[in-house]
């Protein structure tokens, strides 16, 4: 029992598990994370791991970590550094030690810094000496032995003894942070529920250090997070892709509709995929297909059919997508292409996050072939997004990209479930037969979009294809036909903008300074931004969701601010495109490309630089 003296109540905190990538890093923060919810903090996560299935063992390249953010009040970001660092070898401590705050806490198992572990790391000696690690709280902790003595009656092998260690590592961070053992140990229970020896021994090392830690002196005081004042619901935390597939299954059941998925897998994607595919009981039809182009055919198969129609994929696959995007702008049958960035370009950093694929987004394709191009800014409302993204595509007839990346996908949060009633009114734009012949691309005044008509209306029989067509559904060559039916599919893309809201500004509508933002930038942002007004400086922020076409309200928006600085993981592609479309303004850019989000000090210190014209 921990005494009322030895608790200290924090605001928040950051915890970081860091280890080979087969240490069960990912698990360990998976799980502290999900009781850090169940208790009601508010939390924001950022896996990071290699590429590789199996990294090289001890090597930096090959390790994996899990960094959790928790707090009493608001949390819209995984956090900059670390108040604990958790390292189950020498190389966790290279890749993470300028990450620690000072006078923060490393628990490091001491076993594993072998002469061997430590020279693969890029160490002499003794790498605590080494980093010079004086100003921080040290406990090197026998992991590895306490996990063989604790077991050492169980009769299991060396193998599956040692796979536990990571169990000893989040006892003691649960000790540490005042949290209960009950939830991971149902968590135990259920995932080895057909092997209860090594669910016993799992749990009997998360208690192992759990009691470890209640010994050691350097591990006072006990810290706590008090839940955070949220709005009544039922809340589950949730990952970025889990997110996108549910908001795409209500989007389904809204509309009536049976939901298909043709995908191909693909870092970080999948889960996407794997998400549709554990829900059949909701009516789901998923397939794994061979490629990525066979993925999005059969979506557009699907489509014809009158399904919603999905494919999911990550930067390489939407440039082998591109061709039958151009199919579905063609024939005008509504799809979701949902694009989870990474790093690029190629086979660039499967794991690792970037806003790398705008521009394919938007021009990725041959000839004047426009889409809606939306973007998700959190773990959770990329159910938002996804859901938005499936009513534009039903009601406008169109293809819809959706952007999220890497650290929205695998990142989670705190999501509210919200109730099917309270979900926007979807209406597809089903064919009937009051005007005969039914002329396949008649279009409707408002939004210019065509009729849907799928095998087995009769009376609807009509051709659709990748050559031009008259509104009759007959190829035509006609120049003029051509640049008519150009002219109105890039119409129809505009005349979304009037059916989104406008652009949101957080803080003053007018000021010194506008931060712009889009997509998985939006946490870090907005956290700077609330830094920077507490400073005392006049800065606001906006934040793209609707990036083709723009809300219609973004030049009045823009004109309001002295000076506007755009922030984004690349090169500058949306200061570009903000360049095309408005031509008047002046765009000051903070681009990074190191596979990383954004630090907040790197925001911040861009801001008053601008603000000082610096």
């Given at each position: 029992m921990i005494k009322k003296s030895e608790i200290i109540e924090r605001e928040e905190v950051v915890i970081r598990f860091s280890g080979d990538?087969?240490?069960?890093?990912?698990?360990?923060?998976?799980?502290?994370s999900d009781t850090a919810a169940q208790l009601g903090n508010d939390l924001s996560t950022f896996p990071d791991y290699p590429a590789e299935i199996r990294a090289p063992q001890g090597s930096v390249g090959g390790v994996s970590g899990f960094q959790v953010h928790m707090g009493h009040s608001e949390i819209n970001m995984p956090g900059d550094f670390s108040d604990?660092?958790?390292?189950?070898?020498?190389?966790?401590?290279?890749?993470?030690?300028?990450?620690?705050?000072e006078g923060g806490t490393i628990i490091y198992d001491k076993d594993n810094f072998t002469d061997k572990n430590i020279e693969k790391a890029g160490y002499e000696k003794d790498p605590i000496a080494e980093e010079k690690l004086d100003g921080l709280n040290i406990i090197d902790a026998p992991i590895s032995s306490m996990v063989k003595e604790a077991l050492k009656d169980m009769g299991l092998d060396p193998k599956s003894v040692i796979k536990t260690k990571n169990m000893f590592a989040l006892g003691m961070v649960f000790w540490l942070f005042d949290r209960k053992l009950d939830f991971t140990e149902k968590y135990i229970d259920k995932k080895f529920s057909s092997k209860p020896e090594i669910a016993n021994a799992n749990k009997i090392v998360l208690r192992a250090g759990y009691y470890y830690a209640e010994t050691i002196e350097a591990l006072r005081p006990v810290f706590r997070i008090l839940p955070a004042p949220i709005s009544k619901g039922t809340y589950r935390n949730?990952?970025?892709?889990?997110?996108?597939?549910?908001?795409?299954?209500?989007?389904?059941?809204?509309?009536?509709?049976?939901i298909f998925i043709g995908s191909y897998p693909i870092t970080p994607a999948t889960g996407i995929l794997e998400e549709f595919a554990a829900h059949k009981e909701l009516g789901t039809i998923s397939v794994q297909a061979e490629d990525e182009i066979?993925?999005?055919?059969?979506?557009?198969?699907?489509?014809?059919?009158?399904?919603?129609?999905?494919?999911?994929?990550?930067?390489?696959?939407?440039?082998?997508?591109?061709?039958a995007i151009g199919l579905a702008v063609m024939t005008e049958l509504p799809i979701v292409i949902i694009d989870v960035q990474r790093g690029g370009p190629s086979t660039g950093l499967p794991t690792k996050t970037e806003q790398a694929d705008l521009m394919q987004a938007l021009y990725g394709r041959n000839g004047e072939c426009p889409v809606v191009v939306l973007a998700a800014s959190?773990?959770?409302?990329?159910?938002?997004?996804?859901?938005?993204?499936?009513?534009?595509?039903?009601?406008?007839?169109?293809?819809?990209?959706?952007?999220?990346?890497?650290?929205?996908?695998?990142?989670?949060?705190?999501?509210?479930?919200?109730?099917?009633k309270d979900l926007k009114e979807i209406k597809p734009r089903f064919a009937d037969l009051k005007e005969i012949p039914f002329?396949?691309?008649?279009?409707?005044?408002?939004?210019?979009?065509?009729?849907?008509?799928?095998?087995?209306?009769?009376?609807?029989?009509?051709?659709?294809?990748?050559?031009?067509?008259?509104?009759?559904?007959?190829?035509?060559?006609?120049?003029?036909?051509?640049?008519?039916?150009?002219?109105?599919?890039?119409?129809?893309?505009?005349?979304?903008?009037?059916?989104?809201?406008?652009?949101?500004?957080?803080?003053?509508?007018?000021?010194?300074l506008l931060v712009v933002g889009w997509g998985g930038s939006y946490g870090y942002l907005l956290t700077a931004v609330r830094e920077l007004n507490l400073e005392g400086y006049n800065v606001s922020l906006a934040n793209f969701n609707y990036i083709n076409p723009f809300p219609k309200n973004v030049r009045e928006v823009f004109q309001s601010f002295k000076k506007i600085l755009v922030c984004e993981l690349n090169m500058g592609q949306f200061a570009d495109f903000l360049r095309i479309?408005?031509?008047?303004?002046?765009?000051?850019?903070?681009?990074?490309?190191?596979?990383l989000p954004f630090t907040l000090a790197e925001i911040k210190d861009k801001c008053i630089n601008l603000l000082e014209d610096k």
């Amino acid at each position: 029992m921990i005494k009322k003296s030895e608790i200290i109540e924090r605001e928040e905190v950051v915890i970081r598990f860091s280890g080979d990538s087969g240490d069960g890093m990912q698990l360990t923060g998976t799980l502290f994370s999900d009781t850090a919810a169940q208790l009601g903090n508010d939390l924001s996560t950022f896996p990071d791991y290699p590429a590789e299935i199996r990294a090289p063992q001890g090597s930096v390249g090959g390790v994996s970590g899990f960094q959790v953010h928790m707090g009493h009040s608001e949390i819209n970001m995984p956090g900059d550094f670390s108040d604990v660092l958790v390292a189950m070898n020498p190389a966790a401590i290279k890749a993470n030690i300028r990450w620690v705050k000072e006078g923060g806490t490393i628990i490091y198992d001491k076993d594993n810094f072998t002469d061997k572990n430590i020279e693969k790391a890029g160490y002499e000696k003794d790498p605590i000496a080494e980093e010079k690690l004086d100003g921080l709280n040290i406990i090197d902790a026998p992991i590895s032995s306490m996990v063989k003595e604790a077991l050492k009656d169980m009769g299991l092998d060396p193998k599956s003894v040692i796979k536990t260690k990571n169990m000893f590592a989040l006892g003691m961070v649960f000790w540490l942070f005042d949290r209960k053992l009950d939830f991971t140990e149902k968590y135990i229970d259920k995932k080895f529920s057909s092997k209860p020896e090594i669910a016993n021994a799992n749990k009997i090392v998360l208690r192992a250090g759990y009691y470890y830690a209640e010994t050691i002196e350097a591990l006072r005081p006990v810290f706590r997070i008090l839940p955070a004042p949220i709005s009544k619901g039922t809340y589950r935390n949730i990952s970025g892709n889990a997110a996108t597939a549910w908001g795409l299954m209500a989007a389904a059941e809204k509309a009536g509709l049976n939901i298909f998925i043709g995908s191909y897998p693909i870092t970080p994607a999948t889960g996407i995929l794997e998400e549709f595919a554990a829900h059949k009981e909701l009516g789901t039809i998923s397939v794994q297909a061979e490629d990525e182009i066979a993925g999005i055919c059969t979506a557009l198969g699907a489509s014809f059919a009158g399904k919603l129609a999905v494919t999911s994929t990550s930067g390489p696959g939407l440039a082998l997508k591109s061709e039958a995007i151009g199919l579905a702008v063609m024939t005008e049958l509504p799809i979701v292409i949902i694009d989870v960035q990474r790093g690029g370009p190629s086979t660039g950093l499967p794991t690792k996050t970037e806003q790398a694929d705008l521009m394919q987004a938007l021009y990725g394709r041959n000839g004047e072939c426009p889409v809606v191009v939306l973007a998700a800014s959190t773990p959770s409302d990329c159910f938002d997004y996804a859901y938005e993204a499936a009513r534009i595509a039903l009601e406008h007839m169109t293809p819809v990209i959706l952007l999220t990346d890497s650290y929205l996908a695998n990142g989670t949060e705190p999501w509210r479930i919200p109730s099917m009633k309270d979900l926007k009114e979807i209406k597809p734009r089903f064919a009937d037969l009051k005007e005969i012949p039914f002329l396949p691309y008649k279009r409707d005044d408002e939004k210019l979009a065509r009729e849907w008509a799928f095998p087995g209306m009769p009376g609807l029989e009509h051709r659709i294809g990748g050559l031009e067509k008259t509104a009759k559904g007959t190829v035509s060559y006609v120049p003029e036909n051509h640049e008519n039916m150009i002219n109105i599919r890039a119409e129809k893309v505009e005349r979304v903008a009037n059916y989104i809201p406008d652009l949101p500004v957080i803080g003053d509508k007018s000021g010194d300074l506008l931060v712009v933002g889009w997509g998985g930038s939006y946490g870090y942002l907005l956290t700077a931004v609330r830094e920077l007004n507490l400073e005392g400086y006049n800065v606001s922020l906006a934040n793209f969701n609707y990036i083709n076409p723009f809300p219609k309200n973004v030049r009045e928006v823009f004109q309001s601010f002295k000076k506007i600085l755009v922030c984004e993981l690349n090169m500058g592609q949306f200061a570009d495109f903000l360049r095309i479309k408005y031509q008047e303004f002046s765009y000051e850019q903070l681009n990074k490309v190191q596979g990383l989000p954004f630090t907040l000090a790197e925001i911040k210190d861009k801001c008053i630089n601008l603000l000082e014209d610096k």
